[in-house]
């Protein structure tokens, strides 16, 4: 059976997505410039040579919406790969009969209740603001909630006939956790990859607003953090290039990997693929008399 035909606001998604990366590869090409050093006049409007204009210290904000794709975007898939691969590593580990399975399940539960906005608030003010802070601190805060999920599946996947079958024939716990279980993750995996992917880049963003970003290196929530410390950013048209195209990519991107985390998980996980190409059978028309009460008639 042939695959459905790609949506218009996938491919919308898709393109988003492919401009997003572009920039983030060649950001050294389209932004050569420091985009720490002092490129013209403070607050300068969009000009040929400075199309986002410059900040209040000069600082050209095209070469910092570059250079911030770049980190922002790196920032993201690597929470999201830390984070998968805990929360897979912790979810098959917890479904196994041992007292390690139980603590980890525990450390989860006990993760899960704290908000992970304020869980992340709390490492990186203990850590200190950098990159790999921001890293590990959004990693720490969202695999718990996923891991849940895993070990659900992990315990449905393992009261399967053919599992059974398999131990019967002799077949050992990793044998069963490699040939069945883990195949069954990967849809769950990848789709938690990409909504994490939008969930730590859109915290960065929420972290650079509290002045939590990185200082060093720019990045999408730096520049919004710099633009709303600045107390004249509403007084005229300055918000527009400078607060304007770094809000916008973060909208953009995360509205683009959700479209395109949804859509991967219906297109990989077996149980939801099929369920819109299934036709519904008919409903059969009711047979006449057939609902009538009463006795009948002489």
Known sequence: MSRRRPTASRLT???????????????????????????????????????????????DLWSLWCH???????????????????????????????????????????????????????????????????????????WAAFSRVVHTQVRLELRRDYVWAARALGATEVWVLRRHVLPALVPLAWSKFVLTVRWAVLMEATLGLVGLSDPVRPSWGAVLGSAFAYPLLFTGRVWLWWAGPPAASVLLLTWALVVLGEGLEAELDPRTRNVARRPMAPTPAPRRGAGSRGAPQA
């Open 13 to 59: 998604a898709l393109a988003v997505l492919a401009a997003t990366l572009a920039v983030a590869a060649l950001s050294g090409v389209l932004a050569p410039r420091d985009p720490r050093a002092m490129e013209g006049p403070p607050l300068t409007p969009p000009r040929p040579g400075l199309p986002f204009g410059t900040d209040d210290l000069g600082r």
């Open 68 to 142: 911030g794709t770049r980190t922002s975007l790196q920032l993201g898939m690597s929470v999201a790969l830390l984070s998968t691969t805990a929360a897979v590593l912790v979810g098959v580990t917890g479904s196994l009969p041992n007292f390690a399975a139980r603590l980890l399940d525990g450390l989860a539960r006990v993760v899960v209740a704290v908000p992970s906005f304020f869980l992340a608030v709390l490492l990186v003010s203990l850590l200190g603001p950098s990159t790999a802070s921001l890293a590990a601190s959004l990693a720490a805060s969202s």
